[in-house]
């Protein structure tokens, strides 16, 4: 079992930044892909960002290249998605995610574990 705790949403305007942390436990964090997602009221669930077991690989949603960054502390378990520029698009409750796997993921159907999410508001 992983368990996922995400932390550092929160209200923020637009063209602000928010970092958010996902720690994780339970497995040997170096051996999981990890991802994060998001969901707005009334929609689906959508891929933001992903990155490969060692870092080395990630991809990304179109709406958020070039202003999301993820990566991933091996030694400290825990994986970051550095959003600039945000925009009251952006606003949802954002989710981490893991699989055992190598690379970068990017279906909601492809992670195993998920953490309970944390919101991001983005006002304009």
């Known amino acids: 079992q992983v368990q996922l705790v995400e932390s550092g949403g929160g209200l923020v305007q637009a063209g602000g930044s928010l970092r958010l942390s996902c720690a994780a436990s339970?497995?040997?964090?170096?051996?999981?892909?990890m991802g994060w997602f998001r969901q707005a009221p009334g929609k689906e669930r959508e891929f933001v960002a992903s990155v490969s077991w060692r870092g080395g690989s990630t991809r990304y949603a179109d709406s958020v290249k070039g202003r999301f960054t993820i990566s991933r502390d091996n030694a400290k378990s825990t994986v970051y998605l550095q959003m600039n520029s945000l925009k009251p698009e952006d606003t949802a409750v954002y989710y981490c995610?893991?699989?055992?796997?190598?690379?970068?993921?990017?279906?909601?159907?492809?992670?195993?574990?998920w953490g309970q999410g944390t919101q991001v508001t983005v006002s304009s």
């Open positions: 339970g497995r040997t964090f170096s051996s999981l892909s």
């Open positions: 995610a893991a699989k055992m796997w190598d690379g970068p993921l990017q279906s909601v159907n492809e992670y195993n574990y």
